[in-house]
C-alpha cells in the first residue's frame, strides 16, 4: 500500500484554520505525498483546501482519514455512515485512500463500525480500509468480521515504544504500522541514543527516529508539526539511511514512554 513516496506522511492533529491549512499546503509542497486527518480533528475542511489548492496531482497523494464513536447515541449505522459522507464532503474527494476506524473502545464497537466502513472498499469509494488503536484480540475479531483485507493499524510507535509484537502480528496478517506520536511527543528528544546517532550523522534527533521508524519493514511514520521549520527538517528523513550499529544502539534502548493511555484501552 505504501511506498517510497508515502511512508513518511504528515499528520495533522489540531492544524485548523487558515493557518492550518496552510501547513498542509507548504507539507505537500515540500514533498509529503501522505496526508492523514480523522473526523475527530475537526480539520478536514481545512486538509481539503490544502489538497485543492497543492500544485499536485490528485492520483499522486495518499489521503487517510478516520471516523470514531464514542458515545451511545452515535452507535448506529446511519451515524456512522453519515460520518463518512461528511468526510467526503469536507475533503472535496470523490475518493479517500485509506479509511479508518478510530479509537474503539470495546469490541462492541468494532462489531458495529467495521463493517459498515468495509462496504465503502466493496462499492470502490475507499481505496484501503484501516484500523486505530486495535490491540492484537481487536484484530482477531476484525479478521472474522469483514472479507476486505485490514491495510493497516494505526497506533504509537516511536524509539520509545517499539511495538516489536504488534509488528510481528501485523506482519503476518500482512498488513502496514502507520506510527503516530512518532518523536513521542519530544520524549526522544532527550534519548542518549537517539543523541548520538544524531551527532553521529550531522541531523536533529527528529530526523534519527523517523529514520528509525523507516527502517522498520512495513511501517509508516506521520509525524506532525505546526512548524515550518520542522516540517521540512522531518522530511529529511526519506534521505538519511542508518547503518546496523545504528539501527541496533536505538533497537537496545530498554526506556519504555506511552505518550496515549485513554482509560479504556487495555493495551
Keep these: 500500500m505504501f511506498d517510497t513516496a508515502t511512508r513518511l506522511g504528515f499528520g495533522t492533529y489540531s492544524l485548523t484554520g487558515d493557518e492550518g491549512s496552510a501547513v498542509v499546503e507548504t507539507a505537500i509542497d515540500t514533498g509529503y505525498r501522505h496526508v492523514d486527518t480523522a473526523r475527530l480533528y475537526e480539520n478536514e475542511r481545512e486538509v481539503g483546501d490544502a489538497i485543492a489548492a497543492a500544485d499536485i496531482d490528485r492520483d499522486d497523494l495518499f489521503v487517510a482519514t478516520k471516523v470514531a464513536h464514542f458515545e451511545e447515541p452515535e452507535k448506529t449505522p446511519e451515524y456512522v455512515r453519515e460520518a463518512v459522507t461528511d468526510s467526503f ?48 484480540d481487536d484484530l482477531d475479531l476484525a479478521r472474522d468480521l469483514v472479507d476486505v483485507p485490514i491495510a493497516a493499524n494505526q497506533v504509537e510507535m516511536h524509539p520509545l515504544l517499539q511495538q516489536t509484537e504488534m509488528r510481528e502480528y501485523l506482519d503476518e496478517m500482512g498488513a502496514q504500522l502507520v506510527a503516530y506520536s512518532p518523536l513521542a511527543q519530544g520524549e526522544v528528544f532527550s534519548e542518549g541514543a537517539i543523541n548520538s546517532v544524531a551527532e553521529k550523522h550531522g541531523v536533529s534527533e527528529a530526523v534519527v ?59
Design 89 to 136: 464532503d469536507r475533503l472535496g474527494l470523490d475518493r479517500i485512500d485509506l479509511l479508518y476506524h478510530h479509537w474503539p473502545k470495546n469490541q462492541d464497537d468494532v462489531e458495529t463500525v467495521l463493517p459498515l466502513l468495509a462496504e465503502y472498499v466493496e462499492d470502490g469509494r475507499v481505496d484501503n480500509l484501516g484500523v486505530s488503536n486495535y490491540t492484537t
Design 209 to 267: 527516529s523517523l529514520a528509525w521508524l523507516l527502517s522498520k519493514e512495513n511501517v509508516a511514520a506521520i509525524p506532525r508539526s505546526s512548524s515550518i521549520e520542522h516540517l521540512k527538517d522531518n522530511f529529511g528523513a526519506i534521505d538519511l539511511e542508518l547503518d546496523d550499529e545504528d539501527i541496533e544502539r536505538i533497537d537496545g534502548i530498554e526506556r519504555t514512554h506511552r505518550c496515549e493511555d485513554p482509560s479504556w484501552m487495555t493495551w
